[in-house]
């Protein structure tokens, strides 16, 4: 409440008191669960593989991604890319014997990817990422990790989060990848840099599973 309400009083420069709601803790439907979350102004909320976001309305999804549900891609405009990634539920016990135990080493591994897919390239973010919202009260544990690098042709933008402990066992572990890539063209044609990690961040922040007690479907990387 504390991070919401300092975030609140930069963005408005004005007291904003945090919204509460009270209810019986013995009812069977809680109010929040009737709240419906409606996306930010001039934004626009997805679904994909049981989770769901918000991008600016300029977004739209890809036809593979309408017909299909296999590929997470929406486009927003030449040379803009948006990609969501949803990895497969995996037993948390079993991450740790792979090598996977933390989100980082997910991470690492996407920046080699990206940077290896170019024969010149600048990594310009490689940090632990906070994620900042729960709209859905999900008691499921968030780790993230941020990267970007810098090829010729794309400026790749990437945050991998992590949903640990999740509903109802609480055992297992799912990674996303929200990827968003703008083109050196695009960049050349006056798109706003600074603008780019404004998309992820809220399309990250906003993430949240459909069902807050469900696991969510998911692909294999």
Known sequence: ?????????????????????????????????????????????????????????????????????????????SGVKMTVEVGLPKDMATLVHVDLSHVRWVGLSHKDRLADSSSHCCVELNRAYRKAMNLVGDVAQWTGWEVSVRSENWLTHSIILRRSHMPPLLDAAQDIVMMLQVSTAALEAGFDETHIEEVVTMAANSLSPVGAGEVARGESF
């Open 1 to 77: 409440s504390m991070a919401w309400q300092v975030d609140s009083m930069c963005r408005s420069a004005s007291v904003i008191p945090f919204p509460k709601i009270d209810d019986a803790l013995n009812a069977k439907v809680t109010s929040w669960q009737k709240t419906s979350f409606s996306p930010f102004a001039g934004c626009t909320k997805f679904e994909y593989q049981g989770y769901s976001f918000f991008l600016p309305n300029k977004f739209s999804p890809a036809a593979e991604t309408r017909s299909v549900g296999k590929l997470g891609l929406f486009l927003g405009g």
